[in-house]
């Protein structure tokens, strides 16, 4: 029994350690994305179009269809994902 015990114990320790872990991982993510610049990777910004993207940075290599509600439609680029709810931007996400 006591055993047993132990190896609960042991395992919800090292569970919990691999949560922190991740989340400290997805902060070091967003914290140094490179700058939305030449000097980093230019990228469009919130709020802007589908059209605007597309005018300002070409055409997106993959174009994924929208899901959900409301629609979520992803176009993926060389050094990003762009993330549209609708026609405008809601995210980009730098590649690693």
Request: charged share 15%; glycine share 6%; no cysteine.
């Amino acid at each position: 029994m006591k055993a047993s015990g132990l190896s609960l114990a042991l395992a919800i320790a090292i569970a919990a350690s691999a949560s922190a872990q991740a989340d400290v991982l997805l902060l070091d993510a967003i914290t140094t994305a490179p700058a939305n610049s030449e000097s980093g990777v230019l990228r469009p910004r919130s709020g802007a179009s589908m059209t605007q993207v597309q005018d300002k940075f070409g055409p997106p290599t993959t174009v994924m269809d929208a899901v959900g509600e409301p629609p979520i439609t992803r176009w993926v680029y060389p050094g990003y994902t762009v993330y549209f709810e609708h026609q405008n931007v809601i995210n980009v996400v730098v590649h690693r």
